[in-house]
């Protein structure tokens, strides 16, 4: 089987195969923890955020790394993801790293 080499040496910088991105106080207990658990039980390797960040914290430079070492992000939209300015970033850096 041959494969292209163009995305062979992309393959090998992803580290993981989903960025999870959702609103903790939103999402911790519920839904968000559900679908990581279930990804996990499939196999699919899931970055999901610190859910013990405190409010008024810096959005870590792993983050970033992290969205950008993801070969996909799963945004769980919930009723104030949008007043969350660390969501906001994710959000942006998603958005920037897919454009790429």
């Known amino acids: 089987m ?3 080499p163009s995305t062979s040496s992309s393959i090998s910088r992803k580290k993981y195969d989903v960025f999870l991105s959702f ?3 939103d999402n911790l207990k519920n839904f968000a ?3 990581y658990d279930a990804l996990k039980r499939s196999g699919i390797i899931t970055f999901r955020d610190d859910p013990k960040l405190e409010v008024g914290e810096e959005i ?3 983050l970033f ?3 950008q070492q993801s070969w996909c992000s799963v945004i769980i939209f919930s009723e104030t993801y949008a ?3 660390w969501c906001l970033e994710e959000l942006a850096e998603i ?3 897919k454009n790429c």
Do not use: C, M, N
């Open 60 to 62: 870590a430079p792993e």
């Open 33 to 35: 923890d559900h679908l």
């Open 83 to 85: 007043f969350s300015g």
């Open 23 to 25: 609103r903790g106080e």
């Open 2 to 4: 041959s494969s292209l």
């Open 95 to 97: 958005v920037q790293q």
């Open 65 to 67: 790394k992290a969205i």
